[in-house]
């Protein structure tokens, strides 16, 4: 079992930056692909970026692509979303989600955490 936990996020206003944490449990989370999604009232939730069990291959969503860094660190079972230049369209609630395969849609993650809001002010 491996369980999230997110930390970071806030109210910015607009091309502000966050940072947002996700802390994992469990002996196999070096082995997992993790992820971020956002969910923003009344649309479906959406891939935002992955990150290979390595660290090596990362992928990003073209919304977010050169602004948001995804990044982990395996001693610290922890993944990271740096966002900069941040939009008032980025706001959203933010997941971060495990899955045994690289993959962008919310179907192929197994664990989720509990979100994190993240409200961008114009």
């Known amino acids: 079992q491996v369980q999230l936990v997110e930390r970071g996020g806030g109210l910015v206003q607009a091309g502000g930056s966050l940072r947002l944490s996700c802390a994992g449990s469990?002996?196999?989370?070096?082995?997992?692909?993790m992820g971020w999604f956002r969910q923003a009232p009344g649309k479906e939730r959406e891939f935002v970026a992955s990150i290979s069990w390595s660290g090596a291959s990362t992928y990003y969503a073209d919304s977010v692509k050169g602004r948001f860094t995804i990044s982990r660190d395996s001693a610290k079972n922890t993944v990271y979303l740096q966002m900069n230049s941040l939009k008032p369209e980025d706001t959203a609630v933010y997941y971060c989600?495990?899955?045994?395969?690289?993959?962008?849609?919310?179907?192929?993650?197994?664990?989720w955490g509990q979100g994190t809001q993240v409200t961008v002010s114009s």
């Open positions: 469990g002996r196999t989370f070096a082995t997992l692909v």
């Open positions: 989600a495990a899955s045994g395969r690289l993959g962008s849609s919310p179907r192929e993650y197994n664990y």
